[in-house]
C-alpha cells in the first residue's frame, strides 16, 4: 500500500523534481496530495449543497408561479413556459457555448467544474420534485430569490457557476 501511495505522489505532485525521492520530499509530496484532495472534496460538497438550493429555489418557488430569473436560467424558464419541453433540457443546450467560452479564457478546471454543476442542477430539477411552498408573490420573489443566490453563492465559493452568464 504504501508503494501505490508512493507511486501516486510520485507521479501527481512531485513529477518537476529529479529522482531519487527523498523521504522528505515524499512526505513532503504526500501532504501536498492529501491538502488537494481535501479541497476538491470541499468544493464537490459546495458545490452539491449550492445545486441543492437553487433547485429548490427553482422547483419550489419560481417554477409554480410562474416568475423567472435571470441570465440563462430565466432563459430557459421561459423558454420552458413557452414550448412545454422541461427546464433541465434547456438549462444544459443554452449553457454550452459559456461552459466553451470558460474553457478557452478562464481554466480547464472551472469549465469542468461548471460543466458538472450545470449537469447537476439539470439532473435535479428534471427528477427530484420539491413541493410548492407558498402561493404569495412576495414570498416567492423573496426566499426564491434567497434560495438561488445562496445556491450560485456556494457554487462560486466552491469554484463553479450554475449559470453561464455569472
Do not use: W
Not at 522528505?24 to 445545486?51: C, N
Not at 413557452?82 to 478557452?104: D, E, Q, R, W, Y
Not at 454543476?117 to 416567492?140: G, N, Q, R, S, W
Amino acid at each position: 500500500m504504501k508503494e501505490f501511495i508512493n507511486k501516486i505522489i510520485i507521479r501527481s505532485v512531485l513529477r518537476e523534481q529529479t529522482v531519487p525521492y527523498t523521504s522528505f520530499q515524499l512526505a513532503k509530496g504526500f501532504r501536498k496530495l492529501r491538502l488537494t484532495v481535501f479541497e476538491l472534496l470541499k468544493d464537490i460538497f459546495l458545490i452539491m449543497v449550492g445545486v441543492s438550493s437553487a433547485a429548490i429555489g427553482i422547483e419550489s418557488f419560481l417554477l409554480p408561479a410562474k416568475f423567472i430569473d435571470g441570465g440563462v436560467t430565466g432563459i430557459s424558464l421561459l423558454i420552458s413556459e413557452l414550448s412545454g419541453i422541461s427546464v433541465s433540457v434547456f438549462l444544459l443546450t443554452i449553457n454550452i457555448p459559456f461552459i466553451a467560452l470558460a474553457f478557452k479564457v478562464v481554466s480547464r478546471e472551472f469549465a469542468i467544474k461548471t460543466a458538472c454543476a450545470i449537469a447537476a442542477l439539470a439532473v435535479v430539477i428534471a427528477t427530484v420534485h420539491f413541493p410548492e411552498i407558498t402561493h404569495d408573490k412576495l414570498l416567492v420573489a423573496i426566499f426564491g430569490g434567497f434560495f438561488i443566490g445562496a445556491g450560485i453563492g456556494l457554487s462560486v465559493r466552491g469554484g463553479a457557476v450554475l449559470d453561464g452568464t455569472e
